[in-house]
């Protein structure tokens, strides 16, 4: 009888705790094809660019502090069309490693998303190192805006 109530007990909090962690999920992803998370994430300080050559080769990293260039930047990223959870292998190397900063206030550290970058005729593809990202693709329009933002 004991026994039987603290089953019934354990029951009840094990779907009180799956009730609530699915709830917790409901309000950080929207219901649109898995785009971008809802939760803030704080204001873009810097983007720093790593070009890749034609050997495929890294070159210097370029920062970019502009704030209309972080804004041109930051409208791109919100477009891109997320895949969460797809691992992704390229042909060849990417053409560029953005790396994007974001503050949220003095008091806590920089968090930093690194973006790999293939720039195609039209469109861009893009890996993250985001695990609510992954692997994503941005339209024609937003990828000259990336391309023009990104340029030095």
């Not at 810097?46 to 409208?75: F, G, Y």
Request: aromatic share 8%.
């Amino acid at each position: 009888m004991k026994i039987r109530k603290i089953a019934v007990i354990a029951s009840f909090l094990a779907i009180g705790i799956l009730f609530a962690a699915s709830s917790e999920k409901d309000k950080k992803f929207p219901n649109n094809n898995n785009q971008e998370m809802v939760e803030e994430e704080g204001e873009l300080t810097r983007a720093e660019v790593q070009e890749v050559n034609e050997e495929e080769n890294p070159v210097d990293v370029v920062t970019i502090t502009d704030p209309s260039k972080l804004n041109k930047i930051k409208k791109s990223f919100q477009n891109v069309k997320w895949e969460p959870n797809v691992q992704a292998e390229m042909a060849r190397e990417q053409d560029v490693i953005v790396t994007l900063f974001y503050s949220t206030d003095k008091n806590t550290p920089e968090r930093r998303y690194e973006y790999r970058i293939w720039f195609e005729v039209k469109t861009a593809t893009i890996i993250s190192n985001k695990e609510s990202e992954g692997f994503g693709s941005l339209d024609w329009e937003n990828t000259q805006n990336l391309k023009n933002a990104l340029a030095n």
